[in-house]
């Protein structure tokens, strides 16, 4: 396979995840904004938005200081001077899709080509929250049938791989950096660990990665943080845990060694990754910090991404 067509497999599978978690970070945050003041909701959960998808830097610079509502909805969802809002991250990975149309099966381009059709139906002008949760959920719909065509379609070839890599490095930075904001930012300082405003927050961050049934099956008590961030980190039962994703990410990675009959610095990171997540226990991270653990983990995934660029991509 071609480097180029490689590259295009793999930030296909990335921006689909990405708009995924982009409308998952926006209602959460609708649900928190939504607390009355007299319960708990002090926090400016619209920035810990932004900051949970990475893009605070650029919305400062458009829109200064002033973070409202309107306007992290417009910018994470449409915006595009964003190049990580939902629009564009349908606009790139179709742009990718076409330029490898033959790698990918019937039902992955029409997903995607009549996704970034009805998208043209949304905007920003008078979005109420009812049309807004309509389009969350057509974006999340929409990943969930990209995810499940690729899955069902393709052939277990090096072009599967190299978007599952893709899907998996996106999906573990994801749920690292929502776990992130919520322990490090969101909750605020006046409010004690255990309160109502923490257990609803703590809550909502679990309904963001579709876990909160999956929680009650596996811990049968009360929504804590420490199992939250164990059943999101360690446990590789949950599909979206670092976990799962480093298992997975493995997986491919040696699937395309195997194939190209050569290993790499991507796979040695991978597999000293997971085996970090494996030795782990909650108690020694929150013993150490939790944000300290997990700023390390977005570090080395990061690198792994551009271990994967060097090594194939380039």
């Not at 650029?58 to 994470?76: M, S």
Request: aromatic share 12%; hydrophobic share 40%.
């Amino acid at each position: 396979m071609l480097s180029r067509t490689a590259d295009n497999l793999y930030w296909l599978a990335r921006y689909m995840e990405r708009a995924d978690c982009l409308a998952r970070i926006l209602d959460v945050t609708q649900r928190l904004a939504q607390l009355p003041a007299a319960y708990g909701g002090s926090t400016n959960e619209w920035r810990s938005a932004l900051l949970t998808a990475g893009c605070a830097e650029q919305y400062k610079a458009v829109h200064g200081d002033e973070v409202t509502e309107q306007n992290v909805i417009n910018f994470l969802a449409f915006a595009p001077e964003n190049p990580s809002s939902i629009r564009n991250c349908f606009e790139i990975a179709r742009t990718n899709a076409r330029s490898v149309r033959t790698a990918l099966t019937m039902e992955m381009w029409e997903t995607i080509n009549s996704s970034w059709l009805e998208l043209k139906r949304y905007s920003t002008k008078n979005m109420t929250r009812e049309e807004l949760a309509r389009f969350m959920s057509f974006v999340k719909e929409t990943s969930l049938r990209f995810d499940g065509a690729a899955y069902r379609t393709m052939l277990r070839n090096d072009a599967f791989w190299f978007s599952r890599v893709g899907m998996y490095v996106e999906r573990a930075d994801n749920t690292a950096r929502i776990l992130d904001v919520k322990y490090h930012v969101l909750l605020p300082d006046s409010e004690h660990i255990g309160g109502p405003l923490d257990y609803f927050q703590w809550a909502s961050i679990l309904r963001s990665v579709s876990a909160l049934t999956s929680f009650h099956w596996v811990y049968r008590e009360s929504v804590k943080p420490w199992l939250v961030a164990d059943l999101l980190i360690l446990n590789a039962q949950m599909p979206r845990s670092l976990t799962s994703c480093y298992q997975n990410i493995t997986r491919y990675l040696d699937d395309i060694a195997n194939y190209y009959g050569r290993q790499g610095s991507s796979q040695r990171l991978a597999r000293s990754t997971l085996t970090r997540l494996g030795n782990s226990r909650m108690e020694d991270i929150f013993q150490t910090g939790l944000h300290e653990y997990i700023d390390s983990f977005v570090t080395e995934n990061n690198r792994l991404g551009s271990l994967v660029n060097e090594q194939y991509l380039l």
